[in-house]
């Protein structure tokens, strides 16, 4: 036998049978001496990580970015600086809020999360397949996930917990009117668009700054299941969407997304009549249209489903220069959330030495020493700073865009002109068509008719009514709920 096809043990010794236990006689007890036994059984004792609290279930692949127009008098960013230049990357796509073992095709937003590997680190962007979210606040975030997930005593999914959230959270109004409608279940991965829903900022080599939003457009054509379809899969191929899109990239094909970006200049951030850092709104196209990029390419499977899509940590934090964070108070939070939940997931600090994370086309240099799953650790270099020993020193042409904020320290109610109910009511009764109004009434009322508690009801149905009163009303027809009682103050 070659020595390179030697079955070992995790210390590299070779193992010479696999088979039997190390046993005193046949039917002898097993010796505390098996050392390949205990080793095996340790480590599989160990195989399981913790799965994420959102996003458990998804599929990745590799590909690249392409830069096909020039934006660098928006962002100094190195993965944009030259039209043709390829960025490699690690995409990762997932439902939000059902376990590992959920299907794939459960009415649910789906997380589109790129970690582009530039020169100048990595830059994640780690957004959904829909251009908004439920909530404006990271401190309902908790929360918000908590009354998707299992009731506390019954462990059971609850329609009372999603419509209680819900009818005391009227801003989830937009998101919850795409969720039900007919892009609420994607045909898969490939067809859908991405987002990175909340903005961000952009500055250029000159230091000038932009707002922008980023947007990736199928070229796979969108494509969605209706409720009867979805559940009919469910019952046929739990992993039908990472099939889907193992299977098409196996097969020698691509997957494709054409990426825009929308700019706002600084100024009109507050003077605009929509608050452009309230992740629930949208940046009409009207008023910011939006500008090639360039374009993203998937073409390479994952050769170790656990290595890389599991272990893969994406984090709103991992940003370079040239790409900044905005003041959305959603987007704030998930900067220490994300990267906090990998540390512990993924069980140590240095999470970003894994493989599929590390940042392979920049040299990493700092101070930061030891901790589990410390590779490199510097080496012999100091591990503190300032020091006279040539350490890795400062970057001035780093530093982040300043600007001017003042105002009282407290914790405010969302305060903006622009109300909740405007973008989905646009949606409701001038995007869609009378078909796409009735699935949408359908699939609410499908959901809703769960719920066991009528002052539930009643108060989530009344968050419809206030969007388009024809909205609340279709829905509380259908579920047998006077109209009388959604207009009454009572509740």
């Known amino acids: 036998m070659s020595d390179d096809n030697v079955l070992t043990s995790a210390n590299g010794a070779p193992v010479s049978d696999n088979q039997n236990s190390l046993t005193i006689g046949t039917n002898g007890p097993i010796l505390l001496q098996d050392v390949h036994l205990l080793d095996k059984l340790a480590h599989f004792d160990r195989e399981r990580i913790p799965e994420r609290v959102v996003h458990a279930k998804g599929a990745g692949a590799h590909g690249y970015f392409e830069v096909t127009h020039d934006i660098t008098k928006y962002s100094k960013a190195k993965v944009f600086n030259q039209i043709g230049k390829k960025t490699p990357l690690f995409a990762r796509f997932s439902t939000v809020a059902g376990e590992r073992g959920s299907a794939d095709t459960e009415r649910d937003p789906r997380g589109f999360a790129v970690k582009f590997y530039t020169e100048d680190g990595n830059w994640d ?36 917990m999603v419509w209680d959230f819900f009818g005391l959270s009227p801003e989830a109004a937009h998101q919850f ?28 080599a000159e230091g000038k700054a932009f707002w922008t939003k980023l947007h990736f457009k199928t070229e796979s054509g969108i494509k969605n299941l209706t409720q009867d379809e979805a559940d009919r899969l469910k019952s046929q191929d739990l992993d039908y969407a990472t099939r889907d899109l193992f299977n098409h990239i196996a097969s020698g094909k691509e997957a494709g997304w054409k990426v825009f970006c929308q700019i706002m200049p600084f100024e009109d951030a507050f003077t605009y009549r929509i608050n452009p850092f309230d992740v629930t709104k949208v940046w009409p196209q009207g008023d910011y249209p939006l500008i090639p990029i360039g374009r993203m390419v998937l073409n390479r499977n994952p050769k170790n489903y656990f290595a890389e899509t599991e272990q893969a940590a994406f984090s709103p934090a991992h940003l370079v220069p040239g790409i900044e964070p905005s003041p959305d108070k959603m ?83 969302h305060q903006h002109p622009n109300d909740d109910f405007e973008q989905p009511r646009a949606l409701y009764s001038k995007v869609m068509n009378d078909q796409e109004r009735e699935r949408l009434i359908k699939n609410i ?28 009303t279709r829905i509380a027809q259908g579920l047998g709920v006077d109209i009388s009682e959604i207009v009454s103050p009572k509740i």
């Open 331 to 413: 987007l704030q939070g998930r900067l220490f959330s994300y990267s906090d939940t990998h540390r512990h997931r993924l069980g140590t600090a240095n999470y970003q030495q894994i493989p599929i994370n590390c940042p392979y086309r920049a040299r990493v240099r700092n101070y930061q020493r030891d901790g589990f799953f410390a590779r490199e650790n510097g080496g012999s270099e100091p591990n503190y700073e300032p020091n006279t020993l040539n350490g890795p020193r400062e970057n001035p042409n780093a530093s982040w865009h300043k600007f001017e904020v003042n105002g009282t320290v407290g914790r405010f109610s």
């Open 177 to 204: 009117t795409i969720l039900f409608s007919d892009r609420g279940i994607p045909d898969g991965y490939r067809h859908m668009n991405g987002y990175s829903s909340h903005t961000y900022k952009f500055v250029n």
């Open 125 to 160: 962007l780690v957004g959904n397949n829909t251009p908004v979210f439920f909530i404006r606040d990271t401190i309902k975030f908790p929360d918000f996930i908590h009354s998707q997930k299992r009731d506390p005593q019954t462990n059971l999914k609850s329609a009372d």
């Open 445 to 472: 009322v499908g959901h809703m008719k769960n719920v066991t508690r009528k002052d539930v009801m009643i108060r989530a149905i009344r968050v419809f009514h206030r969007v388009h009163p024809d909205y609340g």
